[in-house]
Structure formats: C-alpha cells, structure tokens
C-alpha cells in the first residue's frame, strides 16, 4: 500500500473529510463555505455509527480504515470532522500510520487553540458524547494553551440520536436539552462559553439557546474548523498545492445511499448525490 502513496506523492488530489454518520457535513458546510475552490470528498461511515460509545481501539481501527479509503481515493489531507475519531484515533494513526506525504486533521485543536478568545471568566462547559467526554481530549487541549482555563464537561447521549432521527424540536429534544444544560451549569455558576463538541449539536441550537442564560456564548465548531483549516494551507503551501482545484464535491457512505442523500440534506443545507463504499 505505502509504495502505492510514494509513487504518487506529488499528484494532487481532493480533500478528504470524513465523520462517522451525518454530523460532520456540518463542518464540511462551513468549510465548503469558507474554502469552495477546492475539490472534497466526504465519507460517512454510517454502516458501524455511533463511534461515541465504543471502544478507543475499535474507534482507531475504524477511523484508520475510512482514512486509509480516503488516501485510496486521491485525497492528501483529511479532516477527521468527527470529535470522537478526533478524540480517539488521530493522534495514534499521526504518529504510527501516516504514509509520506499524507496528512491528517481533527477538530478538536481549532476549537481549543482559539478559545481564549471567548471565554472571560476562564470558565467554559463542553457538551459531548460520552467518548469524547471520557477521553477527557477537550481538557488535556486546552490546559496545553490556556492553563487558566477550567473545563467543565457533560456527556449528552441522547443528543445524537434526537437528531439522526429528525426530533430536533420535540418534546423529547426540549426534555433532554434543558436538563443537559442545567446538569453542565450546575457543575460552575461562573461558565461564560459552552462549546457543542459534538457535530451534530448545531442542529439543536434553536432549543440550546433557549435554554441557555443570555450572557453565555455557545460555539459550534464548523466555521472555527472551517477558519483553521484555511489558516494551516496558507502556512503549509506545500500541502496546499497539493489539493486539486474546481469545486467538485462527492459523498460516499458505507451504508445505504438512498438513506444517507435524505438526511444529509438536513445536516449539509442542499440536496447531495452519495454512492456506496466498502473500506
């Protein structure tokens, strides 16, 4: 497989994002929005979702392999647009698995670099799946650039599922919200910012804000993604150049595609052709 990349080093190719379901198509809208002159692949890997309750191993292998499918596919930088892959896989597969030339991205350092930025009282909440949430990602990051701060953090497992099955503004979806939220502030009267770590979350905003008290800001990690990503190819042309060019988008799923275009739709704002992958 590696002499496959080495051979083909230099060509260009599109950029890969990939997530585990649905989710980080909201992250691939802001880059799309941000950066629309490039070419994009993403790949969901919707046949063995939900990555946030399993295993760090099982997330690794996973995540390696719709890497590696991506690397097949062209791509020479991918954007693990998935907090759990980002929280459990990326570093691994940086550090043991990259073939030359290749380059891998999460979302968990754009959020957490800027944050400062945001935050007065260097008190902020982080509202995720249980993965995420034990990997404890969001606090090691941010201790890393901001040691002032303090994270607080609340797993919200049925967040996910509210909106994979279109119940984002049921009754089931106000329940569930509020009683997050209300468990996450009661852990710091003092938090100013909650950052949504999860992908899926800025489907729910209307509610979050509903029941979240005026004075405290809330980040979704898309345009944050999206502003980062554009910061790193003006830093690093040689993997800019290295990106193809002319605005070409395609969707794979390693499930049903007929299933995935219906619902990534609600996720990525317009309607989206998909085809069937095996990785």
Not at 116 to 137: E, M, R
């Amino acid at each position: 497989m590696n002499s496959t990349f080495e051979k083909d080093n230099n060509a260009s190719g599109p950029i890969g994002i990939f997530d585990s379901g649905y989710g980080g198509l909201t992250v691939f809208k802001e880059i799309h929005r941000i950066l629309p002159q490039y070419n994009y692949i993403y790949l969901g890997d919707n046949a063995r979702v939900p990555y946030g309750t399993r295993s760090f191993q099982t997330v690794y292998e996973y995540t390696k392999e719709c890497v590696f499918k991506l690397f097949d596919l062209g791509c020479n930088l991918v954007v693990l647009a998935c907090n759990t892959a980002s929280a459990k896989a990326l570093r691994t597969i940086q550090q043991q698995d990259l073939p030359p030339g290749k380059k891998i991205l999460g979302v968990i350092r754009p959020t957490t670099e800027s944050i400062d930025q945001y935050t007065k009282t260097n008190k902020i909440g982080i509202l995720a799946t249980q993965g995420t949430v034990l990997s404890d990602s969001y606090k090691i990051e941010i201790n890393k650039f901001h040691p002032k701060i303090e994270v607080f953090q609340h797993a919200c497992p049925f967040w996910v599922p509210l909106v994979e099955n279109n119940e984002i503004d049921s009754l089931g979806a106000h329940y569930f919200v509020k009683n997050d939220i209300e468990q996450l502030l009661t852990q710091s009267k003092e938090i100013d910012t909650i950052v949504l770590a999860c992908t899926h979350y800025p489907l729910l905003l209307p509610i979050i804000e509903k029941y979240t008290p005026q004075g405290i800001q809330i980040l979704a990690q898309g345009e944050l993604v999206a502003l980062s990503l554009a910061d790193y190819l003006q830093r690093h042309l040689e993997i800019e150049k290295k990106c193809s060019r002319g605005g070409d988008l395609q969707f794979y799923t390693t499930d049903d595609p007929r299933a995935f275009e219906e619902k990534a739709e609600i996720f990525f704002g317009q309607k989206v052709h998909a085809a069937n992958i095996k990785v």
